[in-house]
């Protein structure tokens, strides 16, 4: 398998503009994590799935931010409208379950930049 | 999720054996002993888990204390690719579950 899958890489965006980003979960993996990382706050969970159903987006930092999961092997975080603050690398990860001793397996992350 | 405490930094030399700690004193019956590290500009990584008892795998070996309020990550033969940033995660299963990262431990290894 090649692993979770994300794209872009990297974003570079003027604040005001939407930003998409783009996660292929590793197949067979019913869990799907969002999460975010700044050098202030470390890494932290925004939202994750089960089955393609949103399970807890208590980690979502404001209404600008929504995620979809519209299949088993695709995901998007989308933020509208962006700015300079949400300046991060973003992360998704998939998981074959949430037993204890279950593992996540993280993509390469999304750096995004809002000017 | 119990909180776990982890030095902030530690160095060790090539080819030297590594021992990081991890305290996880509010940790409960049920709650799994979880290893990650983040090499630069990565996304983190699974190095190894436990309950009860000791581990080992391929990449490292896990320690756990008999009461199980800390345990110890042993690399057995750091090289230079293991630079990075190692975070201890407790946590039990089921619908609550997630993963808690905290700032981690930044390894060194010196040449």
């Known amino acids: 398998d090649a692993g979770v899958i994300q794209s872009p890489r990297h974003e570079v965006t003027e604040m005001g503009q939407e930003v998409t980003l783009r996660c292929k979960p590793i197949s067979g993996h019913d869990y799907l994590f969002w999460y975010r990382q700044t050098m202030m706050r470390g890494l932290e969970l925004l939202i994750y799935?089960?089955?393609?159903?949103?399970?807890?987006d208590s980690g979502m930092p404001e209404d600008r931010f929504s995620a979809k999961m519209p299949n088993a092997s695709f995901s998007t975080l989308k933020i509208q409208p962006s700015e300079p603050r949400d300046s991060a690398v973003y992360f998704c990860?998939?998981?074959?379950?949430?037993?204890?001793?279950?593992?996540?397996?993280f993509g390469p992350g999304t750096r995004l930049t809002v000017l | 999720d119990a909180k776990t405490t982890q030095p902030n930094s530690m160095e060790s030399n090539e080819e030297e054996p590594v021992h990081l700690p991890c305290n996880h004193s509010?940790?409960?019956?049920?709650?799994?002993i979880h290893w990650y590290r983040q090499l630069p500009s990565q996304g983190p990584e699974y190095v190894i888990h436990g309950l009860t008892s000791n581990v080992n795998n391929r990449m490292a070996s896990l320690a756990i204390a008999e009461d199980r309020k800390s345990s110890t990550l042993i690399l057995h033969r750091a090289t230079l690719r293991d630079a990075a940033v190692y975070y201890c995660i407790s946590g039990s299963g089921g619908s609550n579950y997630k993963l808690t990262f905290g700032k981690g431990t930044l390894l060194t290894v010196n040449p």
């Open positions: 509010t940790i409960s019956g049920t709650d799994y």
């Open positions: 799935f089960n089955n393609n159903v949103p399970i807890d």
């Open positions: 990860a998939s998981s074959p379950g949430l037993v204890g001793g279950d593992t996540q397996y």
